[in-house]
């Protein structure tokens, strides 16, 4: 199983990114993928998450109206797209899927950092 993770790097303050997360290695029926985010010595902490079958998202306060993140059920794929970025939105973004059924995340991919200058 693999989760590959692209489209980080450095964008001004109030710009855009959009990550991409391909998954591969198993099928998918019943999971849901998410983004999560990490700043050196901080704990990991949860952006956005979306069911894989029904396509129902939820959010992290601090992204809400910002982000939104979707997916390519044909194409194995997740996105985030993030408008309107913030200094503090500067960190390792991380692709994760797990089964829908449980609270956790069972496969984690390698991150791709996003910086956001002022």
């Known amino acids: 199983v693999q989760l590959q993770a692209s489209g980080g790097g450095l964008v001004q303050a109030g710009g855009s990114l959009r990550l991409s997360c391909a998954a591969s290695?198993?099928?998918?029926?019943?999971?849901?993928m998410g983004w999560f985010r990490q700043i050196q010595g901080k704990e990991r902490e949860f952006v956005a998450v979306i069911g894989l079958n029904t396509g129902a998202t939820k959010y992290d306060d601090s992204v809400k109206g910002r982000f939104t993140i979707s997916r390519d059920r044909a194409k194995d794929m997740v996105y985030l797209q993030m408008n309107s970025l913030k200094v503090e939105d500067t960190a390792v973004y991380l692709c994760?899927?797990?089964?829908?059924?449980?609270?956790?995340?069972?496969?984690w991919g390698k991150g791709t950092q996003v910086t956001v200058s002022s």
């Open positions: 994760a899927a797990g089964e829908s059924r449980r609270t956790d995340m069972t496969y």
């Open positions: 290695g198993r099928t998918w029926y019943g999971y849901r």
